[in-house]
């Protein structure tokens, strides 16, 4: 027996998409936790937002983070991904100096980083009265990888919040209209 409803109006077609589209957000937040979890890291991929590390990383490259130090400590060139106290957004640099950090465990190791592309050290991005990074606390993890252009998506959204309005419109419609 057909129902009389057309299938945007009826009832179980819309709960059933509903519940497939709770799923897949579901789904997506429990693998970004895992990645949290595996890496060490709140955030295990960032998106390179500027230009300050070009040739390395070019604006739009998705990068993967690592934050568990087996191999030893970080070392000067590695690039790490940091957050400054009180912003939101993380600044990938390169490490050119450490100071402590001697193994016995009771200096804590401190980092000084530069962009590629920037003439002076990131002592003016610090936070007020902050003279390096702290390792443990400062550092969201190290690059082990990279995807070039992958997150420039994720960049034309933040710089025109109508593409969200319009890109949400779209995939809502789209479950909408989803026949089985």
Request: hydrophobic fraction near 45%.
């Amino acid at each position: 027996m057909t129902s009389l409803l057309p299938t945007q109006l009826n009832p179980r077609l819309l709960a059933s998409q509903l519940l497939n589209f709770g799923l897949v957000l579901s789904t997506a937040f429990m693998l970004w936790k895992t990645l949290s979890i595996a890496t060490n890291s709140p955030s295990p991929i960032v998106v390179v937002l500027s230009g300050s590390m070009e040739p390395a990383f070019q604006r739009g490259d998705l990068l993967f983070l690592w934050n568990r130090n087996w191999a030893g400590d970080t070392s000067v060139g590695e690039v790490v991904v940091y957050n400054v106290k009180d912003k939101e957004i993380p600044i990938v640099h390169r490490v050119v100096r450490r100071f402590g950090g001697g193994g016995d465990g009771k200096t804590p190791l401190r980092l000084l980083t530069k962009g590629d592309n920037n003439l002076a050290d990131d002592h003016e991005l610090y936070a007020p009265g902050q003279d390096y990074l702290d390792r443990e606390s400062d550092i969201i993890g190290s690059v082990v990888g990279y995807v070039p252009l992958v997150g420039y998506v994720t960049i034309l959204l933040s710089e025109y919040p109508w593409l969200k309005t319009v890109m949400l419109g779209i995939m809502g419609l789209a479950v909408m209209l989803q026949r089985e």
